[in-house]
T-cell receptor
Framework: QKEVEQNSGPLSVPEGAIASLNCTYS??????FFWYRQYSGKSPELIMF????GDKEDGRFTAQLNKASQYVSLLIRDSQPSDSATYLC????????????FGRGTSLIVHP | NAGVMQNPRHLVRRRGQEARLRCSPM?????VYWYRQLPEEGLKFMVY????????ESGMPKERFSAEFPKEGPSILRIQQVVRGDSAAYFC?????????????FGPGTRLTVL
């Protein structure tokens, strides 16, 4: 069974701090990695994707991928209360499948 | 340019009734994906369709669930004889032909409540 694991949290950080969200996956053939943000009662919104080992930065967000260790992380710098949401990690496998497997999500709370 | 549209946004059904969920993809998108999100759980893939074709239904329950994407009109996810365990948020996503998952855009979802 191919799985994507996330700590459900909640992860609580003060405003202005760095929030670090982690995700591990079981299939070494995984090719593409995504982070979605989902506000309560809303639909998921793609915020980052990464395909290669290393870091990818976009504004306050940095995705980090380590295929050897099978983990992907999301760092949020200068966290804001508006970042409070559930963050879903998603992974697609090799072989041309474009169907992502999602983790259960990590709840992030940024308190003023 | 309208995004992915889903209706109804909220649907209440009694056990044994049928639920029909509709999804209109973004303009120019011909691929539709249905996902289910149970309370406190992540998104689970159900089915991937193109116009008039089911491409991958590996996530669909074997009974009571069906999906279609006709040549004209929205994609329909049908749940027959609903049970309380079907209560969940059902999300539709669409993408243009040949897109990778980072080009999937989600609709607002339909929240199904089975009494």
């Amino acid at each position: 069974q191919k799985e994507v694991e996330q700590n459900s949290g909640p992860l609580s950080v003060p405003e202005g701090a760095i929030a670090s969200l982690n995700c591990t996956y079981s299939d070494r053939g995984s090719q593409s990695f995504f982070w979605y943000r989902q506000y309560s009662g809303k639909s998921p919104e793609l915020i980052m994707f990464i395909y290669s080992n290393g870091d990818k930065e976009d504004g306050r967000f940095t995705a980090q991928l380590n295929k050897a260790s099978q983990y992907v992380s999301l760092l949020i710098r200068d966290s804001q209360p508006s970042d409070s949401a559930t963050y879903l990690c998603a992974v697609t496998l090799s072989g041309g499948s474009y169907i992502p497997t999602f983790g259960r999500g990590t709840s992030l709370i940024v308190h003023p | 340019n309208a995004g992915v549209m889903q209706n109804p946004r909220h649907l209440v059904r009694r056990r044994g009734q049928e639920a029909r969920l509709r999804c209109s993809p973004m303009k120019g998108h011909s691929h539709v994906y249905w996902y289910r999100q149970l309370p406190e759980e992540g998104l689970k893939f159900m089915v991937y369709l193109q116009k008039e074709n089911i491409i991958d239904e590996s996530g669909m329950p074997k009974e009571r669930f069906s999906a279609e994407f006709p040549k004209e009109g929205p994609s329909i996810l049908r749940i027959q004889q609903v049970v309380r365990g079907d209560s969940a948020a059902y999300f539709c996503a669409s993408s243009p032909p040949g897109a990778s998952p980072n080009e999937q855009f989600f609709g607002p979802g339909t929240r199904l409540t089975v009494l």
